[in-house]
């Protein structure tokens, strides 16, 4: 069998120079509305890569785009300045759709506490893939705040959105048990370990209680 | 009434009860070995290429296993993967699935073989164990660090197994080198060779280009999107479909991911670093020619990651790994054949050839979830192993010595690297 040739990128698409460009000419380029999106994109990644506050506003924009959302959240995500999880917390209302769950996902990965609030009320939405990128976004956040909630939802929710919510607040378990808060995650432990959880999340937190107690070395 | 059933065993209860209708096999016609439907093991497939092809070939072979269903964006190799699983048992039981929620939803299916591209590895990985499913996973098993960390805390949360496809730890040239340092043989150890990707295969650093847009193939042939998945959106163009997404950064994590998930991961299991990273990572060289990443964990012992060409220096065969220490060394790979210095040498027996490693790696796992013992390349060992290779990938995407506190699981000397350690994923997936 004949190999096919290997395919080159075009110039068009070629990273190039974008590659060595500092942050001023990186923002220009997301500022450019005759910029083409192959450089947006590679610009986005770059700036989070550099930690670039200035280009948080330039990649919020680009948060509706079916393309570039990704690519914003890929700059935005690893900016440690709270105005990057401000303009995420910000573009959840104006968003629909899959763009919307993936700037819910970025707020549980930035563990950002201030969203809590928001994603409590989207766990009940109509949109259950949206309610469950929220479900997830709880746990990965942790905190009393976010086990309040799931605990709450543990209760409303069934099926498929029950396993997500019983997922996330066994993520949070651990965060508590991280965080030194021993108590409420063994409480969330004992109310994920009802027969009305999904068999996989009702076993885990039963081995997360099992190891907690083991953890203490207490003499029985 | 209640006193009786207190004083009641459950094993006496199960003897009075089932024991008159225990029938010898031998009264049903059974053979030596065969394994009742009701006891085998049940398998699904997500994503299965011709690397997985070659997974499931070995997976087939064990009768305690069934290989039930398959799924992937690809209606071309689902038919031909359920044909092959079909001709295999003589039967047509090999379900297809395009969506891989419906297969994890087969309460009757208890592991999973993941063979897609890299960049699913881990989300699909993590959602198998939501659904109660013991999963193997080819290699490179994640994408970052940060995926590293979130697959052995899946698999911790949920006690569920994880077996790596990093076969060489159970293929016996391998062992033996292994052994010869545990036994102290080679005396005090010093350094630890990784062979990594040779650069003329794949670079260091991967392209962060796109190709050339063509146009979408319906949706019933391939779903774009699907196949996609978590990467970054680019436009269409067959090449990456037929394998050619490797070399993009988007997809891959370049020579030191493609080997060093294979060949890092062997040192770390020979000396015993599986719970640990190192310290430290300088690069040396370029994209273009061979390339090294030198290393040091806390205790002192080098790493060095190194391309040194297909089949290394000394001929031992792809993936080689080689281990010195003050009072000798030893080398191996893929060929079998075993080098190393003349102190060693009256110490080596034949071994099974190391062609035998994906076997015996496959049958682990199928023993280790009929057990439930931990097999020896768990995710807790893949995350310590995959997290070096990132980290050293990183530092030479950076260029410049990084140090590491594996404590805190960050770099101590560069900010830029530390955003580096994650990788934004696509709406709406998530790890």
């Known amino acids: 069998m004949q190999q096919q040739p290997k395919p080159v990128p075009p110039a068009e698409y070629q990273e190039q120079a974008i590659a060595s460009m500092d942050a001023a000419a990186l923002v220009r380029i997301l500022q450019d509305k005759s910029a083409p999106e192959f450089q947006k994109a590679k610009a986005c990644v770059r700036l989070g890569e550099l930690g670039a506050k200035e280009a948080i506003a330039p990649m919020a924009a680009l948060l509706g785009d079916e393309h570039l959302n990704v690519y914003a959240r890929y700059g935005l995500e690893p900016i440690a300045d709270p105005a990057a999880a401000e303009a995420l917390r910000a573009a959840v209302a104006k968003l629909k759709g899959n763009v919307q769950i993936g700037v819910v996902n970025s707020l549980g990965k930035k563990r950002d506490e201030l969203a809590v609030p928001m994603l409590g009320k989207l766990v009940y939405g109509q949109n259950v893939p949206l309610a469950q990128a929220a479900a997830a976004a709880l746990g990965s956040i942790g905190g009393l705040a976010s086990a309040k909630e799931l605990q709450a939802a543990l209760g409303k929710t069934t099926g498929m959105m029950k396993m997500v919510v019983a997922d996330a607040a066994l993520v949070c378990c651990e965060r508590l048990i991280a965080d030194g808060k021993r108590e409420p995650a063994l409480a969330l432990y004992a109310v994920l370990s009802a027969p009305t959880t999904p068999k996989p999340q009702r076993l885990a937190a039963m081995s997360g209680i099992i190891a907690e107690e083991r953890s203490l070395a207490r003499p029985r | ?431």
Not at chain 2, 29 to 42: C, T
Request: glycine letters at 8%; a neutral charge.
């Open chain 2, 1 to 431: 009434m209640y006193g009786f059933i207190l004083m009641t065993t459950r094993r006496q209860m199960l003897q009075t009860a089932v024991a008159p209708m225990i029938v010898p096999s031998v009264v049903l016609g059974q053979r030596a070995g065969h394994v009742a439907p009701s006891d085998k093991i049940l398998f699904g497939g997500i994503g299965i290429g011709s690397r997985g092809a070659h997974d499931l070939s070995k997976l087939l072979k064990i009768k305690e296993a069934k290989f039930i269903a398959i799924c992937d964006v690809r209606n071309e190799r689902r038919e031909t993967i359920k044909s092959t699983a079909d001709q295999n048992y003589g039967d047509r039981d090999c379900k297809m699935y395009e969506d891989q929620y419906e297969l994890l939803a087969r309460q009757d299916i208890d592991a999973v073989l993941i063979a897609t591209g890299d960049r699913w590895h881990t989300p699909l990985s993590i959602i198998a164990a939501q659904h109660g499913k013991d999963v193997y996973c080819e290699k490179p098993c994640s994408m970052s660090i940060e995926e590293s960390w979130a697959l052995a805390a899946a698999f911790k949360r949920y006690d569920r197994l994880y077996q790596a496809g990093c076969q060489r730890r159970n293929g016996a040239n391998f062992a033996l080198c292994r052994e010869l340092l545990r036994a102290g043989a080679l005396g005090k150890l010093q350094t630890l060779y990784a062979n990594v990707g040779p650069s003329v295969n794949w670079p260091p650093l991967p392209s962060r280009d796109w190709l050339a847009e063509e146009p979408l193939p319906a949706k019933q042939v391939l779903d774009w999107d699907r196949w996609l998945g978590p990467a970054p959106w680019r436009p269409y163009h067959s090449s990456y479909v037929r394998g050619g997404w490797r070399n993009f950064y988007d997809f891959h994590g370049g020579g030191i991911l493609e080997w060093g998930s294979h060949t890092v991961d062997l040192c770390h299991w020979a000396a015993d670093l599986d719970d640990t990273q190192p310290v430290d990572y300088e690069p040396v060289g370029g994209n273009t020619g061979p390339y090294a990443v030198n290393c040091t964990y806390a205790n002192g012992v080098k790493l060095v990651m190194r391309d040194n060409g297909w089949d290394g220096a000394l001929k031992t065969g792809s993936c080689s790994f080689r281990i010195e220490g003050d009072k000798g060394w030893v080398e191996t790979g893929d060929l079998t054949k075993i080098e190393c210095s003349d102190n060693i040498r009256p110490l080596l027996r034949p071994t099974e050839d190391a062609r035998m490693a994906l076997e015996n790696h496959m049958n682990e796992f199928v023993r280790c979830i009929r057990t439930r013992r931990m097999p020896s390349a768990s995710a807790a060992a893949a995350a310590n192993s995959h997290v070096t290779c990132h980290a050293a990938f990183i530092a030479f995407q950076r260029g410049k010595k990084l140090m590491w506190d594996p404590a805190k699981a960050e770099f101590t000397n560069d900010d830029v690297a530390n955003r580096m350690r994650s990788r934004a994923l696509r709406e709406p997936w998530r790890v």
